[in-house]
């Protein structure tokens, strides 16, 4: 168990929807990241958060939006979803700086029908 | 930005072969971690490692800071050892496409 906790654990839902997608870091870290995995893709790195503010962005299309509360959770939202966005999403987190390890959770399988 | 190449891109041994799996990036890094995804899709971390050598039980890596690359050695390997291999660099880890290891017994 890595201490990154992602939900839901599946999700499928019709092309034109919405939904959002939750992460709880690991106790202490104050760094999140958001990841594409497509099937047989590698990680599309989408965003990432650090203490509430955006530190760096990726390919993260303009329907998708994410944010970090103040109790350090966060939300990826994808929006106007198409065939095109099933896939896994991740959420990793680390403390700040080099020399922190990054963890992952188990990941958000996200199917649009 | 920075680039990440990982080669090769797959990897087919039969168990008890040894391997090496290579990273190359395009810039300095300050951060550099190496992850293998099981066949389940979990994520581990292996190491972090942006220079210098470390080693743990069957899996060690090396990372040549100033020539950009890093290199993740398999010894022994076993079908547990399946899946994919990814290498990460900086602090927004950005990730590289991965090699794709295949142990058969």
């Known amino acids: 168990d890595s201490g990154v906790t992602q939900t839901p654990k599946h999700l499928i839902t019709a092309t034109g929807q919405r939904v959002t997608l939750r992460c709880s870091p690991r106790?202490?870290?104050?760094?999140v990241y958001w990841y594409q995995q497509s099937l047989d893709q590698g990680l599309q790195f989408l965003i990432q958060?650090?203490?509430?503010?955006e530190r760096a962005k990726g390919n993260i299309l303009e329907r998708f939006s994410a944010q970090q509360f103040p109790d350090l959770h966060s939300e990826l939202n994808l929006s106007s979803l198409e065939l095109g966005d099933s896939a896994l999403y991740f959420c990793?987190?680390?403390?700040w700086g080099a020399g922190n390890t990054i963890y992952f959770g188990e990941g958000s399988w996200l199917t649009v029908v | 930005g920075i680039q990440v190449e990982q080669s090769p891109p797959d990897l087919i041994l039969q168990e008890g072969a040894n391997s090496t799996l290579r990273c190359n990036f395009s810039?300095?890094?300050?951060?550099l971690q190496w992850f293998h995804q099981n066949p389940w899709g979990q994520l581990i971390n292996l190491f972090y490692?942006?220079?210098g050598t470390k080693q743990n039980g069957r899996l060690s890596a090396t990372t040549v800071a100033t020539e950009r690359y890093s290199l993740l050695y398999i010894s022994s390997s076993q079908t547990t050892d399946s899946g994919v291999y990814f290498c990460?660099?900086?602090?927004?880890?950005?990730f590289g496409a991965g090699t794709r290891l295949t142990v058969k017994p």
């Open positions: 810039d300095s890094v300050n951060n």
């Open positions: 106790s202490g870290d104050l760094s």
């Open positions: 958060y650090y203490n509430g503010e």
């Open positions: 990460a660099v900086n602090n927004d880890m950005r």
């Open positions: 490692i942006p220079s």
């Open positions: 990793a987190s680390s403390g």
